[in-house]
């Protein structure tokens, strides 16, 4: 059964920086991509960022140039280093996979870890 557990998210002040982590665990097929979301209560989820197995990345515009998502294959868990943090940052973040195996894939989505940036 595959897992994500997200862990890093906390109480920072604007401007500030946060790493968070995204540990997987059990058989995940590859080629995968990995990103991390953000909602806030009662709205949509939002793309981040994404990274594939290669490392190639997307970003959501908002983020570009203060986040830097990667990942580390052989620990099986990605990152999302957070900088020059906003107070609209404040939400809980969330880590997704999604595994391809032939013709199909599978979606995997963590648990979420909080994040608030204070002004």
């Known amino acids: 059964q595959v897992q994500l557990v997200e862990s890093g998210g906390g109480l920072v002040q604007a401007g500030g920086s946060l790493r968070l982590s995204c540990a997987t665990s059990?058989?995940?097929?590859?080629?995968?991509?990995m990103a991390w979301y953000r909602q806030a209560p009662g709205k949509q989820r939002d793309l981040v960022a994404a990274?594939?197995?290669?490392?190639?990345?997307n970003y959501a515009d908002s983020v570009k140039g203060r986040f830097t998502i990667s990942r580390d294959n052989a620990k099986n868990t990605m990152y999302l280093q957070m900088a020059s943090l906003k107070p609209e940052g404040t939400t809980v973040y969330l880590c997704?996979?999604?595994?391809?195996?032939?013709?199909?894939?599978?979606?995997?989505w963590g648990q979420g870890t909080q994040v608030t940036v204070s002004s």
């Open positions: 997704y996979l999604r595994a391809y195996y032939g013709s199909s894939y599978y979606n995997y």
């Open positions: 059990g058989n995940i097929f590859s080629p995968n991509t």
């Open positions: 990274i594939g197995t290669g490392g190639s990345t």
